[in-house]
């Protein structure tokens, strides 16, 4: 069975600054890729990044990056020069291809972006 | 992801009455799954459709909730006979295929659904 754990508290980062989020995970499968969501007041879903196990290099997308840690089962999200729109809960997930790609998501963590 | 509709985006419901989700996939996609997202937590996987066939339903409650992706139209999430605890974010999300770790799934914007 897949897991994902987020057991940070609720986060708070200052304008222009920039914060890790961490996610781990547990898995059997040899492949599986991990993703990161983000989840405003809105309450829309919005990908922000990806990362494939057999990927030799760390995801960036923009002011996102993925620190992936294979032998320690680590997924960290960092966002780089905080902006007041990143306040949002975010979400760490897994999918693994063999089961039917559905995803198995964390609990989420809130970041709070102070000006 | 703005591509995957979803309807209503509010829905509300007596106790006893019925709800029906409406998720109009991105175009080209032919591959649909069904999240809940109780209050403060993350998305539960629900069921996993292709057209006219329900693939996955693991995660699927036994009773009054059913799924259908017709051949035509959008796929449909139904919930009978409804219950507080059914309140709750019901997301629909696509992907144009399977099997592949570079994909990306893409969401609906959710409809929420409380029970009063």
């Known amino acids: 069975a897949q897991k994902i754990t987020q057991t940070q508290p609720g986060m708070f980062v200052q304008e222009k600054e920039a914060v890790t989020l961490d996610c781990t995970y547990d898995t059997s499968d040899p492949s599986y890729g991990l993703f990161w969501y983000k989840q405003p007041s809105s309450g829309e879903m919005i990908f922000l990044i990806y990362q494939g196990s057999y990927d030799q290099q760390n995801a960036t997308e923009g002011r996102y990056s993925l620190n992936f840690q294979k032998a320690r089962k680590s997924a960290n999200l960092v966002i780089s020069a905080s902006q007041l729109g990143d306040s949002a809960m975010y979400f760490c997930a897994m999918m693994s291809p063999g089961a039917n790609s559905k995803l198995t998501f964390g609990k989420g963590i809130t970041l709070s972006v102070r000006p | 992801n703005a591509g995957v509709m979803q309807n209503p985006r509010h829905l509300v419901r007596r106790r006893g009455q019925e709800a029906r989700l409406r998720c109009s996939p991105m175009?080209?996609?032919?591959?649909v799954y069904w999240y809940r997202q109780l209050p403060e937590e993350g998305l539960k996987f629900m069921v996993y459709l292709q057209k006219e066939n329900i693939i996955d339903e693991s995660g699927m409650p036994k009773e009054r909730f059913s799924a259908e992706f017709p051949k035509e139209g959008p796929s449909i999430l139904r919930i009978q006979q409804v219950v507080r605890g059914d309140s709750a974010a019901y997301f629909c999300?696509?992907?144009?295929?399977?099997?592949?770790?570079?994909?990306?799934?893409?969401f609906g914007e959710g409809s929420w659904l409380t029970v009063v």
């Open positions: 999300a696509s992907s144009p295929r399977v099997g592949s770790g570079r994909h990306t799934i893409y």
């Open positions: 175009k080209g996609h032919s591959h």
